[in-house]
């Protein structure tokens, strides 16, 4: 029998609610890279951020997809890219180095506050002061091409680009799409909603 209690229970309720704060605006714009630089704030639409290499609601797959033939359009689930201030710092101290700034990884959000960032579940609402809402769609499982970039800015430390991809796993980051069209500022507070059911399998911030 259901109680009076289960009957005024909301969807919401059923979420576990966290918070962060937005360091950095990103944009990658700068033609034959992903490397982005930063902004005051950016406007997105449903397809992401216009002007960025990772904007549109589509995308061809490529070798993260390889159960597609190379080229074939697919739902682009890489709109934004997020990292935090945190697992980037940790990133830097495994490869010896001073920092790791999210140019370098082509992220377009640095964030503060969540310090298991990439464990966030599939699924987790990323909500804006203004009404802006992004969506989780899973870990940015790393690649070669930032760990690229980083041997090229640190020649005096030797395998930086193979050593990143395994340093990097499950602290990466994560990739979200549009939910609700608005702006994303600098300064600004997230609100991040996740499912409780998957809180209590993945134990974020602990």
């Known amino acids: 029998m259901q109680s009076p209690g289960d009957a005024l229970s909301t969807p919401q309720d059923a979420m576990k609610a966290l918070s962060a704060t937005i360091e950095a605006v990103l944009l990658a714009d700068i033609p034959g890279t992903f490397v982005t630089r930063r902004v005051d704030r950016v406007d997105l639409d449903m397809a992401g951020?216009?002007?960025?290499?990772?904007?549109?609601?589509?995308?061809?797959?490529g070798g993260r997809e390889p159960m597609y033939p190379r080229g074939t359009e697919i739902r682009n689930r890489r709109q934004i890219s997020i990292v935090s201030v945190?697992?980037?710092?940790?990133?830097?101290?495994?490869?010896?180095?001073?920092?790791?700034l999210p140019e370098w990884l082509g992220a377009n959000l640095l964030i503060s506050g969540l310090p298991h960032l990439t464990q966030l579940p599939a699924g987790s609402r990323l909500l804006l002061p203004g009404g802006t809402?992004?969506?989780?769609?899973g870990e940015n499982a790393p690649c070669r091409h930032p760990g690229e970039i980083i041997q090229a800015l640190y020649p005096d430390h030797p395998q930086l680009s193979r050593r990143f991809v395994p340093i990097a796993k499950r602290q990466r980051g994560i990739v979200c799409t549009v939910e609700r069209p608005g702006a994303l500022v600098a300064g600004d507070h997230l609100r991040i909603l996740v499912?409780?059911?998957?809180?209590?399998?993945?134990a974020i911030g602990t």
Do not use: K, N
């Not at 945190?86 to 790791?100: N, R, S, T």
């Open 86 to 100: 945190e697992e980037c710092d940790q990133i830097a101290q495994q490869l010896g180095l001073d920092m790791l």
């Open 49 to 61: 951020i216009p002007g960025d290499c990772h904007y549109g609601l589509t995308r061809r797959s």
């Open 133 to 137: 809402g992004l969506v989780c769609e």
């Open 195 to 202: 499912e409780r059911l998957e809180w209590s399998v993945v």
